[in-house]
């Protein structure tokens, strides 16, 4: 039921990208990515509907691909504060349960 | 907006006792859903609620209760505290209008059972 994210870990310095990955064994109806820092709530950060469709923020985007049921969120240009774990959440309906994978650590450094 | 908010911040039970973690939400949201986060484990759903008077459970809902009598409540009740229960706990709320329910996150309770 829960999603499987990949990797699990990313080490980055400044100005590199990286890529997380989400899939599941369900279809789905959309896909939710978060972002929490340490010791915080997890933040919202964009939702990709089915459909294909893809989606910016600044230098963080994400893509859907209906048909292998996998989302993956690009981050660009990496600054120190995207340092977090990232969560991806996947619903299989409208105004369902949102389950979430167990995240992606992303470390930035200078 | 205070947007959702949870009480209490911390908590300390011991083994056997009861208690209800407050979640309160200023938004008119119709979505409200309790999550447990433990290392490694990422957000697991305990319970959730589509409006008032309407509950279900999640992927991990034994030992929980909950009840939604208002739109802007959705209280959680450990029945009897276990050691297992020790955990982040962050209440979520949202819309349900055209599956955009990005959802608002509390700023947890942390508890531990001894």
């Known amino acids: 039921q829960q999603p499987v994210q990949s990797p699990q870990a990313v080490i980055l310095r400044e100005g590199e990208d990286a890529v997380i990955n989400c899939s599941s064994s369900k279809a789905l109806y959309s896909v939710h990515w978060y972002r929490q820092k340490h010791g915080e709530a997890p933040v919202f950060l964009m939702i990709l509907l089915k459909g294909g469709e893809q989606k910016g923020h600044d230098k963080i985007s994400a893509s859907f691909n209906e048909k292998k049921q996998q989302s993956s969120l690009y981050l660009t240009a990496s600054q120190l504060s995207y340092s977090g774990t990232y969560f991806c959440g996947t619903a299989v309906q409208a105004g369902t349960a949102l389950i979430f994978g167990k995240g992606t650590t992303l470390s930035v450094s200078s | 907006n205070a947007g959702v908010t949870q009480t209490p911040k911390f908590q300390v039970l011991k083994t056997g006792q009861s208690m209800t973690l407050q979640c309160a939400q200023d938004?008119?949201?119709?979505?409200m859903s309790w999550y447990r986060q433990d290392p490694g484990m990422g957000l697991r759903l305990i319970h959730y609620s589509v409006g008032a008077g309407i509950t279900d459970q999640g992927e991990v809902p034994n030992g929980y209760n909950v009840s939604r009598s208002t739109t802007e409540d959705f209280p959680l009740r450990l029945l009897s505290a276990a050691p297992s229960q020790t955990s982040v706990y962050f209440c979520a709320s949202s819309y349900v209008t055209s599956g955009r329910h990005e959802q608002y996150f509390g700023p947890g309770t942390r508890l531990t059972v001894t």
């Open positions: 938004m008119n949201h119709e979505y």
